[in-house]
């Protein structure tokens, strides 16, 4: 972990009082210090990989990207090869069975470093996440400290602090799971993270490069296709699609391969490492991602691609649940509206 990140975290800290901003997968800072013998644990109690809950997604070649966005131009050829995928992304039932089975800790639960963050008195260094807490009232949208509160003990198993629970969420996307989270997940099943390519080919569903993965329209047949947010954003949340947060995975229609919540519900981390500039020098088979991060917003942060936008996303704020954009988010950090699925080799 660079000193520079330290820095920002620090600044991070102190700027929100006690915690970190993790702006809809369009921006991030801020996190907690790695557990390295945790993620270490876990990765040993590999359990062989079960299929049933996958689709087969055949390989071809697209086009990926979306010149709507500076960060996913130009539009370009990619050619990928078969993998399996998760038909729906990870819920807190599955995250659940990894935990008992491993007793892994998640980096929101774990003990923060005091030597990561210079500065910051010791009693602001308390585990917790970023929880999304609209204000009553309509706000500028440049401060999403006005929408995001670091809540100490805010965990995958307790998504709004202390309190809360995962009653009724048992079929939910599991959420504050940082990148080595879903990585230690992801091994223990058996299977691994999605590389971006990987990701939009399956979320495209054979149906070619087009505004949504759901189709042409925002509303088909005037239907919300999938969990993003409307209203007035962030305090005016009119639910027309049912929810205020996360929705139950499957609820919307999938996808012409089967495989649902591509767009909307929880973002969903990917492999590949961050740069506003990879599709431009991107590979044409097989894309992997750069071999470093770099985002010209947060210089020193690294960051991994999230793809698929989450219930925060609308064309008020935050469009990139549109299909071709990229998110992106600094690794160590986790928020109730971040997630991920698997994917695993075609034997
Ligand atoms: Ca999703």
Sequence with gaps: MSRRMNIQKTVTIIAASVGFVYICGCQSSGGKTEDREAGKEAAGARVSL??????????????????????????HEVTVSSFYIDRTEVTNAEFARFVEATGYKTVAERPLNPADYPGVPADKLVPGSAVFTPPAHEVSLDNPLQWWTYVPG?????????????????????????????DAYARWAGKR???EAEWEWAAQGGQGNRPYYWGEELK?????????????????????????ATAPVATFK????????????????????????????????????????????????????QKGGSFLCSDEYCIRYKAGSRGKGEVTSGSNNLGFRCVAAVR
């Design 154 to 182: 805010a965990s995958w198993k307790q998504p709004e602090g202390p309190g809360s629970n995962l009653e009724g969420r048992e079929n939910h996307p599991v959420v504050h799971v940082c990148y080595e989270d879903a």
């Design 50 to 75: 079960d299929t049933s809950g996958m689709v087969l997604v055949a390989g071809g070649t697209f086009l990926m990207g979306n010149d709507e966005f500076t960060d996913a131009r130009p539009v």
């Design 220 to 244: 088909p047949g005037g239907k919300w296709a999938g969990n993003i947010f409307q209203g007035a954003f962030p305090h005016g949340n009119s639910l027309e699609d049912g929810f205020a």
């Design 254 to 305: 999938s996808n012409a391969y089967g495989i649902y919540d591509m767009e909307g519900n929880v973002w969903e981390w990917c492999s590949d490492f961050y740069r506003p500039d990879y599709f431009a020098k991107s590979e044409k088979v097989n894309p992997g991602g750069p071999g470093d991060s770099f985002d010209p917003d947060e210089p020193g942060a690294v960051k991994r691609v």
């Design 193 to 195: 993270l999605p590389t």
